[in-house]
Nanobody
Framework: QVQLVESGGGLVQVGGSLRLSCAAS????????MGWYRQAPGKVRDLVAD???????HYADSVKGRFTISRDNTKNTLYLQMDSLKPDDTAVYYC???????????????WGQGTQVTVSS
């Protein structure tokens, strides 16, 4: 049973913007920290940003000032607004849910299937 479903990935030029969405089941969304990870070819899966149930946010240094994570608790949906995109942002982006703020890969309980983001130069 798929419980986290991402959408919004695609191809964009350098400097462009994309918004990713992650629809979650209510039981997962209302009780977990939500986050976004990304994995580029040949690299480990890294945390991009996470957001607590109350709305506190945390970002990787590489995306601070360019990406914004948010959650709509009425729609059980997580978002990632990505601006000023760079080629290094090219990766598969995964929605994640777990009990720990400042997520670690080992603390994630639920993963989405991933959505590809490609930034062309």
């Amino acid at each position: 049973q798929v419980q986290l479903v991402e959408s919004g990935g695609g191809l964009v030029q350098v400097g462009g913007s994309l918004r990713l969405s992650c629809a979650a089941s209510r039981s997962i969304f209302s009780t977990n920290v939500m986050g976004w990870y990304r994995q580029a070819p040949g690299k480990v899966r890294d945390l991009v940003a996470d957001i607590s149930i109350g709305g506190r946010t945390h970002y990787a240094d590489s995306v601070k000032g360019r990406f914004t994570i948010s959650r709509d608790n009425t729609k059980n949906t997580l978002y990632l607004q990505m601006d000023s995109l760079k080629p290094d942002d090219t990766a598969v982006y995964y929605c994640a849910a777990g009990p720990v703020y400042y997520m670690t890969t080992s603390s994630v309980k639920y993963w989405g299937q991933g959505t590809q983001v490609t930034v062309s130069s």
